[in-house]
């Protein structure tokens, strides 16, 4: 079992696409969407939902009002400002303070300040996820709440179900759609990888955003591999770019060029190697043996 992650340094550089893409070329794999502030590869995958559960991975503090003793050690102790009091209709002061959920950030301070011993801190529901069905194999995918936080518990959540389901079924291939940046869910999303795919396009902050990955990977060890796509908007930093990299030992997996049939397949909810056959499709196959060769 090799578990590939596509992942990227910014946002809007084709990485979902390329994955579906993966997905229709791949043999006995399972699809794993880490994206979970931003899911999109539903979208083009259309899969079916066979299970759904909640995800709690954070408290939350809630005050028992017939408890509280308005002594506003609470209020004084949050460093969120989430401790207030309701302003009701009459315009006067309420007799106990509440706690936006919004903006409690599940510190406990105040349950520990508090001399009543007046405030809850319990699990909340965070979001949600799902094992489904796709036309390419079975995928795991999330939500996550509104304004909700710990992506990166969501993430570990969702690699841990893709790997139990290609142990299960004996699967050759964990294909993860992960977040951009460089941040805790990308963390999440590549630590103990076989294999990372860094999408990026040409441009400077999509050089810049590749090094900043580069140096992610570098520090656990992971191999790295880069594609640049939509290439030919710009020749000239896209060899700047595959330069840069492997001087970071990061080795170029190929170069897709910019083709509108890849947003047609997307507003057809298909790959876009299902879409077409034409020269885009080609590079995306490119691409695709390149990774099968760097997993050796």
Same mark, same amino acid.
């Given at each position: 079992?090799?578990? @590939?992650?596509?992942?990227?340094?910014?946002?809007?550089?084709?990485?979902?696409?390329?994955?579906?893409?993966?997905?229709?070329?791949?043999?006995?794999?399972?699809?794993?969407?880490?994206?979970?502030?931003?899911?999109?590869?539903?979208?083009?995958?259309?899969?079916?939902?066979?299970?759904?559960?909640?995800?709690?991975?954070?408290?939350?503090?809630?005050?028992?009002?017939?408890?509280? +003793?308005?002594?506003?050690?609470?209020?004084?102790?949050?460093?969120?400002?989430?401790?207030?009091?309701?302003?009701?209709?009459?315009?006067?002061?309420?007799?106990?303070?509440? +706690?936006?959920?919004?903006?409690?950030?599940?510190?406990?301070?105040?349950?520990?300040?508090?001399?009543?011993?007046?405030?809850?801190?319990?699990?909340?529901?965070?979001?949600?996820?799902?094992?489904?069905?796709?036309?390419?194999?079975?995928?795991?995918?999330?939500?996550?709440?509104?304004?909700?936080?710990?992506?990166?518990?969501?993430?570990?959540?969702?690699?841990?179900?893709?790997?139990? +389901?290609?142990?299960?079924?004996?699967?050759?291939?964990?294909?993860?759609?992960?977040?951009?940046?460089?941040?805790?869910?990308?963390?999440?999303? +590549?630590?103990?990888?076989?294999?990372?795919?860094?999408?990026?396009?040409?441009?400077?902050?999509?050089?810049?955003?590749?090094?900043?990955?580069?140096?992610?990977?570098?520090?656990?060890?992971?191999?790295?591999?880069?594609?640049?796509?939509?290439?030919?908007?710009?020749?000239? @930093?896209?060899?700047?770019?595959?330069?840069?990299?492997?001087?970071?030992?990061?080795?170029?997996?190929?170069?897709?060029?910019?083709?509108?049939?890849?947003?047609?397949?997307?507003?057809?909810?298909?790959?876009?190697?299902?879409?077409?056959?034409?020269?885009?499709?080609?590079?995306?196959?490119?691409?695709?043996?390149?990774?099968?060769?760097?997993?050796?």
């Amino acid at each position: 079992m090799k578990e @590939i992650v596509v992942i990227s340094g910014k946002g809007g550089t084709g990485k979902t696409s390329i994955v579906a893409a993966f997905a229709a070329l791949a043999d006995r794999k399972v699809l794993a969407d880490c994206d979970v502030d931003a899911a999109d590869l539903h979208l083009v995958l259309n899969p079916k939902v066979d299970h759904r559960k909640d995800f709690s991975g954070s408290k939350k503090a809630t005050i028992r009002e017939d408890e509280c +003793i308005a002594c506003d050690r609470c209020i004084e102790e949050c460093r969120f400002d989430a401790i207030q009091y309701p302003v009701p209709s009459n315009g006067e002061k309420a007799e106990t303070p509440y +706690i936006n959920p919004i903006f409690c950030e599940g510190c406990a301070v105040c349950v520990r300040v508090c001399p009543a011993g007046a405030i809850s801190f319990e699990p909340v529901v965070n979001g949600e996820w799902y094992t489904s069905s796709t036309n390419y194999g079975p995928m795991v995918h999330a939500r996550l709440g509104m304004a909700e936080g710990n992506s990166g518990k969501l993430v570990t959540l969702i690699r841990q179900e893709a790997r139990d +389901i290609a142990g299960r079924d004996n699967l050759d291939y964990i294909i993860v759609d992960g977040s951009p940046g460089i941040g805790c869910p990308v963390i999440a999303s +590549i630590t103990g990888a076989d294999l990372v795919l860094v999408v990026t396009e040409p441009t400077l902050s999509g050089q810049h955003d590749l090094l900043r990955v580069a140096q992610l990977t570098a520090h656990f060890r992971i191999p790295t591999i880069v594609c640049v796509n939509k290439w030919d908007l710009n020749p000239e @930093i896209t060899e700047q770019i595959e330069g840069e990299a492997q001087e970071h030992g990061v080795n170029p997996a190929g170069r897709i060029r910019y083709d509108s049939a890849i947003t047609e397949a997307q507003i057809m909810k298909t790959s876009v190697v299902e879409y077409t056959d034409g020269a885009v499709s080609d590079d995306i196959k490119a691409v695709w043996q390149n990774v099968l060769y760097a997993l050796g």
